[in-house]
């Protein structure tokens, strides 16, 4: 087995393995410790009935983004599970793509609390604020 040897390759590889994420179009933009920035573009796969991205969409990324956060400064050889998140969606965007930031606020032995937020990149590069998010995670062993 091999070993990553930066934030981003153990973010990466593990990211390799989400079916959602691929089947989303989800782009990792930068991983370091304690965070991590994720992109979803806008396509019918994450949309609602009103054409607008999907909360769920919006969640999953925010969830994503706050656990590849605490995954950086989990140990080696330990995965992390989101034991629980709340979110607050802030408005509701077409086109461009949403982006999510995810921190860690505090790294402890059980559980690690993070923070996200999802910001809205329209097709002229204005940011607006969409959604945040708060989580605690659980370090867990590795299973593969």
């Known amino acids: 087995m091999t070993t990553a040897h930066s ?7 593990s990211m390799a393995r989400q079916g959602m994420m691929n089947h989303l179009g989800v782009r990792l933009l930068s991983a370091t410790e304690g965070q ?4 979803l573009p ?8 009103q054409g607008g991205f ?8 925010a969830d994503i983004a706050g656990g590849y956060a605490a995954l950086t400064v989990a ?18 965007f077409q086109g461009g793509e949403i982006r999510a930031t995810g921190q860690v606020v505090k790294a402890g032995r059980r559980v690690i609390v993070t923070s996200a937020e999802v910001v809205h990149i329209d097709a002229h590069g204005k940011t607006s604020p969409c959604a945040v998010m708060q989580q605690t995670l659980m370090p867990v062993p590795k299973t593969y």
């Open 75 to 92: 140990p080696e050889g330990m995965e992390v599970v989101t034991v629980e998140y709340k979110i607050n969606f802030l408005n509701s």
């Open 7 to 13: 934030p981003h390759d153990r973010v990466a590889q």
């Open 36 to 39: 991590v920035e994720l992109a």
């Open 42 to 49: 806008y396509s019918d796969k994450a949309t609602q009935q």
């Open 54 to 61: 999907h909360g769920g969409a919006i969640g999953a990324l």
